[in-house]
């Protein structure tokens, strides 16, 4: 009976989880605690994700309606194969990251904050999760906020050891609410259009409504509000400060799955909102967000290539990858779509391992990790090191890495659409990101550690985490049969129309 | 033409509240400027929703029995009742990190404190030179 009603009620436990844990974490004197709090929220997270994926995995399609009210009046929660796929990635990555951060926030985090820490840390990853689910078109613009604000308190943290952080911190909130502002004047124009706030409704609604210029204006708002959440190129400029000067635990976790909840809700209002409306959709992803895509994949590639902080290097280096999932999407066919979560999953594998790593680097230099920090270390700490080489050639996209699933599978996408100009685009990118890559690895293994260097203590404590990253990537990369049919049921599905 | 704009006067308004809100975020230097162009920005987009729920000769949406009578639409305020929640949140926050900027840089103008972050990224911070220049 109660396992029942617990099984029913998943989509709503995931979000409730981590958002009723969280104030409990805020007044906890005692920062173990509130990290074993956060462990356990984003665990139960995790475990709901993996069922709700196991349920989803046959094109079953999960509506969940908060409170008995039947939409579109009340507020739906939607599980698909496509949401669940990155509910799983999200949750499982903001499951590791936790796990990591114990260490990390304890060296970098005072101990009376850390329950305010983990309380924020737990709202952003809740908000997170109802931000995919969501089907109320203004219930996701609560959640947006939600988890921008709190991850912009994630943010100014990092204030205890660098002072930059603060204003890292602050531009995030003004372009975040500036971004988030334009989604609500967005929303606005559609629901004077159709007089709906779901989803699902408003792309039935949509084809017949006289829209005129307010739909087009509409549009645009919502898609222009929604690029700068997933810092797609040119409005990412708030992400490389913002996960450069964040603590380390708060640049894993919201490197390896922030923006990703954001590009998927592009998708969703491309592939699913709009759906009714093919015209514009087309038009928009053709002309605009397939250039700014492989615009954004160069500029954060040339970026990370002159940056010499290490943990700007990789914020740039997002900015890139972000680019490469939005060129799937934006193929807007089914092999471009899958190609576009594969990498969703995979970036998310990538940059978690990469920034843990850098936070155990951070932990034990005691200072930033730049080019110059780092020199040697491959020998004086070759444990952390290892899985950060692992997860570094994974980005490069070397055969047996996931990395190289996501490159391959995105290539091929690009072939099928007979766009071959695109196509050199990504591989000169490809090539490129490796001289950054190089840069790192160089200065790491083959230079010898500078002379009266004193002794760097490794972290066994974020081994765990850190190996299991590492070697999901060396796993997916192998054996990617998992992914690759879950990101093709998800495109199938975000393709399917209807909410 | 005129009637035409009189009677649109409030999303006039809504446009005029939002360009200056967006051309205080983007164009000032003080963070604080910034955050008040911030919250005229989000105001106007309250004041845009709250147009769209109000029918011409509409009332309060409280059923009162008779079926001629024309109701405003509620929900777009009840939308803005939440929006205005999240933007007093997102104020509050962006005061209080300013706080903690005037506490760490000793400013709250942007040029300085992003002249401040240049020396602090130098190994060597360079003496002043304006004694050299004079």
């Known amino acids: 009976m109660m396992g029942a009603a617990i099984l029913t009620n998943l989509p709503a436990l995931l979000v409730v989880v981590p958002l009723l844990l969280a104030p409990f974490s805020a007044v906890l004197p005692i920062?173990?605690?509130?990290?074993?709090?956060?462990?356990?929220?984003?665990?139960?997270?995790?475990?709901?994700?993996?069922?709700?994926?196991?349920?989803?995995?046959?094109g079953v399609r999960i509506s969940y309606h908060l409170g008995n009210w039947e939409p579109p009046w009340g507020i739906?929660?939607?599980?698909?194969?496509?949401?669940?796929?990155?509910?799983?990635?999200?949750?499982?990555?903001?499951?590791?990251?936790?796990?990591?951060?114990?260490?990390?926030?304890?060296?970098?985090i005072a101990d009376k904050d850390s329950g305010k820490f983990y309380a924020a840390w737990l709202l952003v990853v809740g908000g997170l999760f109802g931000l995919v689910m969501t089907a109320d078109a203004f219930n996701l613009f609560v959640f947006l906020e939600i988890s921008a604000l709190a991850s912009v308190i994630l943010i100014g943290m990092g204030a205890g050891t660098d002072r930059r952080a603060l204003v890292a911190g602050y531009h995030y909130l003004v372009i975040g609410a500036v971004g988030a502002t334009f989604y609500v004047i967005g929303v606005g124009f559609i629901y004077a259009i159709t007089g709906t706030l779901n989803m699902g409704d408003m792309a039935s609604r949509l084809p017949d409504a006289a829209g005129g210029a307010a739909l087009y204006v509409g549009f645009g708002f919502m898609v222009a509000g929604m690029l700068v959440k997933a810092a797609i190129f040119p409005v990412h400029i708030w992400l490389p400060a913002a996960y450069g000067y964040a603590p380390s635990a708060v640049s894993t976790m919201l490197a390896a799955i922030a923006t990703k909840a954001a590009l998927y809700v592009l998708a969703r209002i491309f592939f699913t909102i709009f759906a009714g409306?093919?015209?514009?959709?087309?038009?928009a992803l053709s002309n605009i967000i397939v250039p700014l895509a492989v615009g954004g994949i160069f500029v954060g590639t040339i970026m990370a290539i002159y940056e010499a902080d290490i943990k700007k290097m990789f914020a740039h280096s997002s900015v890139a990858q972000i680019g490469y999932i939005a060129l799937g999407l934006a193929l807007a066919t089914p092999a471009g779509i899958s190609a576009g979560f594969i990498h969703i999953g995979n970036h998310a594998l990538i940059k978690g391992g990469i920034f843990m790593a850098i936070g155990g680097f951070v932990a034990a230099l005691g200072a930033r990790a730049s080019l110059e920090t780092i020199t040697g270390i491959g020998r004086r700490m070759p444990i952390t090191a290892t899985a950060f080489l692992i997860c570094g050639l994974s980005l490069a996209g070397l055969p047996l890495t996931a990395g190289f699933i996501s490159k391959l599978y995105l290539v091929r996408a690009i072939l099928e659409t007979d766009s071959y100009v695109i196509l050199a685009l990504v591989l000169i990118s490809s090539a490129l990101s490796v001289v950054y890559l190089w840069k790192v690895m160089e200065v790491m293994w083959m230079q010898p550690a500078p002379a009266r260097s004193p002794k760097l203590v490794e972290n066994p404590a974020i081994y765990l985490p850190l190996w299991m990253v590492a070697l999901g990537n060396i796993w997916f990369g192998i054996d990617a049969g998992w992914i690759v049919g879950a990101a093709r049921l998800a495109a199938t599905a975000l393709l399917g129309g209807g909410a | 033409m005129i009637e035409q704009l009189a009677g649109s006067w409030n999303y006039i308004i809504v446009i005029i509240l939002m360009m200056t809100g967006l051309f205080m975020v983007i164009a000032r230097a003080n963070l604080v400027k910034k955050m008040i162009g911030l919250s005229i920005f989000q105001?106007?987009?309250?004041?845009?929703?709250?147009?769209?729920g109000k029918m011409a000769g509409g009332t309060a949406p409280i059923l009162d029995g008779n079926p001629d009578t024309l109701y405003s639409n509620p929900l777009p305020h009840v939308l803005i009742l939440t929006a205005i929640v999240v933007g007093v949140a997102t104020t509050a926050l962006g005061l209080a990190l300013i706080l903690r900027?005037?506490?760490?840089?000793?400013?709250?103008?942007?040029?300085?404190?992003?002249?401040?972050?240049?020396?602090?990224?130098?190994a060597r911070p360079k003496r002043p030179t304006s004694e050299a220049a004079e």
């Open chain 1, 76 to 108: 739906e929660f939607v599980v698909d194969s496509a949401s669940s796929l990155t509910l799983v990635v999200m949750s499982g990555l903001g499951f590791l990251a936790t796990l990591a951060a114990r260490r990390l926030v304890a060296i970098e």
């Open chain 2, 43 to 52: 105001t106007s987009v309250f004041i845009f929703y709250i147009s769209l």
């Open chain 1, 31 to 58: 920062a173990g605690l509130a990290w074993v709090l956060a462990l356990v929220g984003t665990g139960i997270s995790f475990l709901a994700a993996l069922m709700l994926q196991s349920v989803t995995e046959n």
């Open chain 1, 277 to 283: 409306t093919p015209e514009i959709v087309d038009i």
């Open chain 2, 101 to 122: 900027i005037n506490e760490a840089f000793g400013s709250v103008e942007e040029d300085e404190i992003i002249a401040a972050k240049a020396s602090q990224s130098l």
